[in-house]
Structures are given as structure tokens and as C-alpha cells.
């Protein structure tokens, strides 16, 4: 049996807070590789010399690791100290940490995992993506195709039993052959990947009301808190895990439509047995391996991007898995301290103004 890809390593060991660690590692305000604050700025600024470095030569990337390290209040505060005329606004280049349960924090691992393997798949990207049709040439949509007509497969008999006992797994298994599909493809294979990785968990497959897009959903959709759900979705340009509430597929549950559920732990993974029952067929070999010319590329995707009387737009620039400005990372709510400066001259909500020359 072919395993998908190597288990989800164990969660780092939880950080002690301030108030847990022995006296002589507390430190107050900086961090315990540096001995005072300018060591750390000239540190970060990879700055030589006695003198701290000079605030306005630092690069946007710098002034947000000085900001996760030490806290917002403390940035400005050391910054100012060296030049006072630097500005603040509330304009944030800086993400802030969401502080989620341990159990999220296990699930978007898993679902992190799971869009890693499935991006791997699908190495020619997504059939309704513009970004890989160009890339491809057409290719994409042609693999995508191929996965969704019928005539262009043979099964085995044994592969035939699986896939009517298991017809995700047949999809799935067409889609890994190809390396091709859509939105709906890929929640299949991340499904598959989590059924059998995602130990106790429970998986679904699901798209909301009015709008077509499939998505892998973890955790009791039932039962638990939609905070505590997390989205394993590797369709977006730039997947990535996010909870449920936070991601381009959230909606009210009575407005969910479910497709598939496993609990994860399988001890059988159906997926490889089927996928190694199947064959093309030389007319989809042919079709598989099809390009167009740069020029006919671009003509199709200006009609689907357009669409017609008979069909709507299909064509995309979906980049990420969340809706909205992802300005947050999620953190496991155990470890996650406040920084609770005590001056009260500077407000959490006050953000240095950088703007990147990136």
C-alpha cells in the first residue's frame, strides 16, 4: 500500500509563560538571546558596531520581527527613543496573533499537511485557475477533463468494487493519476489524505449555498463550535489552513451542503488500490499531453473569464484560502502571553508606518 505522504509531526513542546519559568530566565521586556534591547535591534538590523542601528534604515521584514519578538508598544517605543520624529498610524504591516484552542491548533496541522500533499498532486495546478491555464497552456483544463469523462478510463475489477463502494475515492484516484482538477478534485484527494492521516477526526467534504466550491472541513460539524472547525482547502494559489469561520468557504451550517464523511484513522487507504487499477486510455493519454499555442490560450481564457448567455465566468484568480485580509497567525492559545506593557503613552492599536520598497 503507498502511503500519501510522511505523518504529522508531533506539536512543539509548549513554551513556559513568564510567570512559570524559573527567576533567572525571566527577562521583562526583550527576549533571552539578547542582553538588552539594542543587542536585539542590531541583531535584527545585522547592524556592526556599538551604536544602535539607525531606525530609518530598517527594512519592512525587520521591523515586523522586532514586533513579534518584543511586542508593538516596545517597537515604537525603542524606535522613537532613536528618532522621535518617526511617525505612527494605524496602518499594519504587522499580522496579530489569533490565540486558538490546542485542538485547532492539532487540526489546522493536519489540514496544513493535507494541502501540502495535494499541491503536490496537482503539480499543473487547478482547471479554473488563470494563473496555471496560462502556465500550462491549456493543459490544466485538459487534465481536468480527462478526470471527469468516463471513456477515457478502464478499471480493473477489483478497482471497480472499491470505487462503487468508495465513489470519492474514485475521483480521487483519477485526479492523483493525472495530476489534474478543480476545486472539487482536490477537497477529494485532501479527504483522502486526512481519512486515512487525521486520526479521530472527523472529515467532511462540503461547499455552501450559492456558490460552487468544494472544501475539506475538519473536526464534529455537528457538535463543535464553528471556531473550533478548521478548512483544509489547496485550490487557492497560495493555499493555506485556516478555521472555517476565517475561510472563503465559510457560511451558516444550515446553508452547507456535506458530500463525503470519514472519521480519520482508516486503517485501509483506498485511494492507491484504486489508483492502481486504473489505465487511460490512449485517447486520454493524448488529451493528458495536449497543449495550445499561447495565443489560443489567452482567447480561452478571455471567454471563460467573460462567459456567455449560457454559461457563467469560470475562470479565476482565487490566491488565498481565508476571506478578507489575513492580518492574523493562529496560535495555540497555551503559549500565547499578552504584552502588557505598562506605559500607558502607547496604544496596542498604534502601528509603525513602513512602507515596503519590496
Known amino acids: 500500500m503507498t502511503e500519501h505522504a510522511s505523518k504529522v509531526p508531533k506539536p512543539q513542546d509548549r513554551k513556559l509563560r513568564k510567570d512559570q519559568q524559573?527567576?533567572?530566565?525571566?527577562q521583562d521586556d526583550i527576549v533571552a538571546d539578547f542582553n538588552d534591547p539594542w543587542d536585539m535591534m542590531r541583531g535584527i538590523a545585522a547592524s556592526p558596531g556599538d551604536d544602535p542601528p539607525?531606525?530609518?534604515?530598517?527594512?519592512?521584514?525587520?521591523?515586523?520581527q522586532l514586533q513579534r519578538t518584543i511586542g508593538n508598544r516596545r517597537t515604537i517605543q525603542l524606535l522613537r527613543h532613536q528618532d522621535p520624529t518617526i511617525k505612527t498610524s494605524r496602518i499594519i504591516q504587522r499580522s496579530i496573533d489569533k490565540p486558538v484552542s490546542a485542538q485547532v491548533m492539532k487540526r489546522l496541522e493536519y489540514a496544513q499537511q493535507a494541502i501540502k500533499y495535494t499541491t503536490e498532486i496537482f503539480k499543473y495546478g487547478a482547471g479554473n485557475q488563470e494563473i496555471h491555464l496560462r502556465e500550462t497552456k491549456w493543459n490544466a483544463w485538459n487534465r481536468r477533463s480527462v478526470v471527469r469523462t468516463d471513456k477515457y478510463w478502464k478499471l480493473t475489477e477489483e478497482a471497480e468494487k472499491?470505487?462503487?463502494?468508495?465513489?470519492?475515492?474514485?475521483?480521487?484516484?483519477?485526479?492523483?493519476?493525472?495530476?489534474?482538477?478543480?476545486?472539487?478534485?482536490y477537497a477529494k484527494v485532501?479527504?483522502?489524505?486526512?481519512?486515512?492521516?487525521?486520526?479521530?477526526?472527523?472529515?467532511?467534504?462540503?461547499?455552501?449555498?450559492?456558490?460552487?466550491?468544494?472544501f475539506v472541513i475538519i473536526g464534529d460539524f455537528n457538535k463543535d463550535d464553528e471556531e473550533e472547525l478548521v478548512v483544509a482547502d489547496a485550490w487557492p494559489t497560495k493555499p493555506t489552513a485556516v478555521r472555517w469561520v476565517d475561510s472563503?468557504?465559510?457560511?451558516?451550517?444550515?446553508?452547507?451542503?456535506?458530500y463525503d464523511t470519514a472519521k480519520g484513522g482508516e486503517k485501509e487507504d483506498v485511494v492507491p488500490l484504486i489508483r492502481d487499477g486504473l489505465t487511460l486510455t490512449n485517447e486520454g493519454q493524448e488529451?493528458?499531453?495536449?497543449?495550445?499555442?499561447?495565443?489560443?490560450?489567452?482567447?480561452?481564457?478571455?471567454?471563460?473569464?467573460?462567459?456567455s448567455e449560457s454559461e457563467k465566468a469560470w475562470i479565476f484568480n482565487?490566491?488565498?484560502?481565508?476571506?478578507?485580509?489575513?492580518?492574523?497567525?493562529?496560535?495555540?492559545?497555551?503559549?500565547?502571553e499578552d504584552d502588557n506593557d505598562s506605559d500607558d503613552n502607547y496604544d496596542d492599536n498604534e502601528y509603525l508606518d513602513y512602507e515596503s520598497d519590496d
Open 22 to 26: 524559573p527567576p533567572e530566565q525571566r
Open 54 to 64: 539607525d531606525p530609518n534604515s530598517f527594512k519592512p521584514h525587520q521591523i515586523l
Open 287 to 307: 488529451l493528458v499531453e495536449k497543449e495550445l499555442t499561447k495565443e489560443e490560450t489567452e482567447e480561452e481564457i478571455n471567454k471563460g473569464k467573460k462567459g
Open 248 to 258: 472563503i468557504g465559510y457560511e451558516q451550517k444550515d446553508f452547507v451542503t456535506i
Open 190 to 214: 485532501a479527504f483522502g489524505y486526512l481519512r486515512f492521516y487525521a486520526k479521530g477526526e472527523q472529515i467532511r467534504t462540503a461547499s455552501k449555498e450559492n456558490f460552487d466550491h468544494q
Open 318 to 336: 482565487q490566491v488565498n484560502s481565508y476571506h478578507g485580509n489575513k492580518d492574523f497567525n493562529y496560535v495555540d492559545a497555551r503559549e500565547y
Open 162 to 185: 472499491l470505487a462503487a463502494i468508495y465513489p470519492w475515492a474514485l475521483t480521487a484516484a483519477k485526479a492523483e493519476r493525472v495530476k489534474g482538477g478543480n476545486c472539487a478534485e
